[in-house]
């Protein structure tokens, strides 16, 4: 039997818990539960925040934020303060606490009154400009299992 370390049982489970939720697979003959999937995926970055890994952890709480996840948004936009697992940026963080606060999630906006002191008015409302494509896109994906195919053979 092979010993390991426990930050190499630690990294298997990982790399264990990526390859189980890439090949999963995925029947669209049944509903999707997206919010079952968003709680999913925004569960995986708690965990790699937890554990300290901030790439990852921004990598699957930005997922989880395009899901339309609020409490994703807001912590997006916090790693965006701190520069945790993305380049450290005011405008960026504005844009998606202006998301998360946009629809009423208080912290959010607690957050952008605290950090709207550094940033040019330009730029907070060009982060603002940049929130409401971010919503566009975030509810186009949401509903586009609605908009039915057309097809373009004859």
Known sequence: MLKTTPSEQDLEQQLDNILDFVTQPHD???????KKDEQSTFNKALYYLKNNQAPLAAKWMR??????????????????VK????????FHAS??????????????TAAINDIRKHIETKRFKDAQCYAASL???IHQLQFLH?????STSD
């Open 28 to 34: 669209s003959s049944m509903p999707i539960d997206n």
């Open 63 to 80: 997922l989880a934020a395009m899901a339309g996840n609020q409490r994703a948004q807001f912590y997006l936009g916090l790693f965006f």
């Open 83 to 90: 520069g945790e697992g993305v380049p450290k940026s005011v």
């Open 95 to 108: 844009a998606w606490l202006s998301l998360a606060s946009s629809q009423g999630y208080e912290p959010a």
């Open 135 to 137: 919503y566009e896109q």
């Open 146 to 150: 609605l908009i039915p195919r057309t």
